[in-house]
C-alpha cells in the first residue's frame, strides 16, 4: 500500500517536463475525465515532495498501490464527530471493497496540512467498476457525507492515465 502520495496541477507539458527531471520517481500523469486541459501529476514513489505547489496525502487505511485506470479522488470536509464517523465506515467499506470488481487500490488519506480534510483516493479498470462499487449498497453509508452542507465541503474528480 502507498503510504504517501504527492500531486499538483498543470499543463501537459510542465508536467511531463517535471517527471522527466525526476527518473528516479514513479509518477501518474493524469487527465481529467471533466475537463480534457486539466492535468495532475501524481508521485507515487512515496518519496518526500518535489512540487512546488502540492498537494500530499498521508495514507491512514486501504489497499493497493496500484493507481491505474481510472483513478477518483474525493474530499470531505467535515466536522470533529463526522470525520471520525465518516473514517470508520470507510475504514469498514475498503476492507470490504479489496475483492469489487474492477478495484485496484482504494485509499483513505489526510490531506497534510489541512485538518478535518479526509480524502478518498481509488483506482479502477473502467468508469462502470466505479459508477457500481459507488452506486453499490457497500459504498452506500458515505453519501451521506457528499453532501454540502453548512458542517461539511466535499469535492471529487475522476481522471484517467493520460499517458
Given at each position: 500500500?502507498?503510504?504517501?502520495?504527492?500531486?499538483?496541477?498543470?499543463?501537459?507539458?510542465?508536467?511531463?517536463?517535471?517527471?522527466?527531471?525526476?527518473p528516479d520517481r514513479t509518477?501518474?500523469?493524469?487527465?481529467?475525465?471533466?475537463?480534457?486541459?486539466?492535468?495532475?501529476?501524481?508521485?507515487?514513489?512515496?518519496?518526500?515532495?518535489?512540487?512546488?505547489?502540492?498537494?500530499?496525502?498521508?495514507?491512514?487505511?486501504?489497499?493497493?498501490?496500484?493507481?491505474?485506470?481510472?483513478?477518483?479522488?474525493?474530499?470531505?470536509?467535515?466536522?470533529?464527530?463526522?470525520?471520525?464517523?465518516?473514517?470508520?465506515?470507510?475504514?469498514?467499506?475498503?476492507?470490504?471493497?479489496?475483492?469489487?470488481?474492477?478495484?485496484?487500490?482504494?485509499?483513505?488519506?489526510?490531506?497534510?496540512?489541512?485538518?478535518?480534510?479526509?480524502?478518498?483516493?481509488?483506482?479502477?479498470?473502467?468508469?462502470?467498476?466505479?459508477?457500481?462499487?459507488?452506486?453499490?449498497?457497500?459504498?452506500?453509508?458515505?453519501?451521506?457525507?457528499?453532501?454540502?452542507?453548512?458542517?461539511?465541503?466535499?469535492?471529487?474528480?475522476?481522471?484517467?492515465?493520460?499517458?
Amino acid at each position: 500500500m502507498i503510504s504517501q502520495i504527492n500531486f499538483t496541477f498543470g499543463s501537459s507539458q510542465l508536467l511531463r517536463d517535471i517527471a522527466k527531471k525526476h527518473p528516479d520517481r514513479t509518477f501518474k500523469l493524469c487527465v481529467s475525465n471533466g475537463d480534457n486541459v486539466k492535468y495532475a501529476l501524481f508521485d507515487v514513489s512515496g518519496k518526500e515532495n518535489i512540487f512546488s505547489s502540492p498537494i500530499s496525502l498521508k495514507t491512514i487505511d486501504g489497499f493497493g498501490d496500484d493507481l491505474r485506470g481510472i483513478i477518483s479522488y474525493q474530499s470531505f470536509k467535515l466536522s470533529n464527530d463526522d470525520e471520525r464517523i465518516m473514517r470508520e465506515k470507510a475504514k469498514d467499506i475498503i476492507a470490504s471493497s479489496k475483492q469489487a470488481k474492477g478495484a485496484n487500490a482504494i485509499l483513505l488519506c489526510n490531506r497534510v496540512g489541512h485538518p478535518n480534510s479526509t480524502i478518498l483516493l481509488s483506482a479502477w479498470n473502467s468508469q462502470a467498476d466505479l459508477n457500481a462499487w459507488h452506486d453499490s449498497n457497500l459504498y452506500s453509508s458515505l453519501n451521506e457525507f457528499s453532501a454540502r452542507g453548512p458542517q461539511n465541503t466535499y469535492f471529487s474528480e475522476t481522471y484517467s492515465l493520460a499517458d
